[in-house]
């Protein structure tokens, strides 16, 4: 693997729903900090993805078990169009 290129996550799960949050990229342009993508399990992050894109790219997990998702702290799910969706205890 190429440890000049990475991404950083920071996973955090909400029933069948995963959210992954961008934290850090290094050298990759597809995806950039800031992004947060939902996937149901069992897909993964990379699944979201053509196959190929995480060739020599590390990718590091970080699980976050902070609670979310109540009806006074809502989870906003953004898209890399910027476009927030707004999910209260993993229901869209």
């Known amino acids: 693997m190429n440890k000049n290129k990475y ?3 920071i996973m955090y799960s909400e029933g069948d729903i995963v959210f992954y949050r961008v934290i850090e990229t290094r050298n990759i342009n597809f995806v950039e ?3 947060e ?3 149901q ?3 993964t ?4 993805f053509e196959p190929g894109y995480f060739e020599n790219i590390e990718v590091h997990l970080i699980e976050d078990n902070e ?3 109540t009806s ?3 989870i906003f799910v953004t898209t890399p169009t910027h476009n927030p969706i707004e999910a209260v205890n993993g229901n869209g």
Request: avoid cysteine; aromatic fraction near 14%; glycine fraction near 10%.
């Open 33 to 35: 900090p800031g992004y």
């Open 41 to 43: 399990r069992p897909k």
């Open 7 to 9: 991404i950083k996550l």
């Open 67 to 69: 609670p979310r998702g």
């Open 37 to 39: 993508y939902q996937v």
């Open 72 to 74: 006074d702290k809502p």
């Open 45 to 48: 992050f990379k699944d979201l």
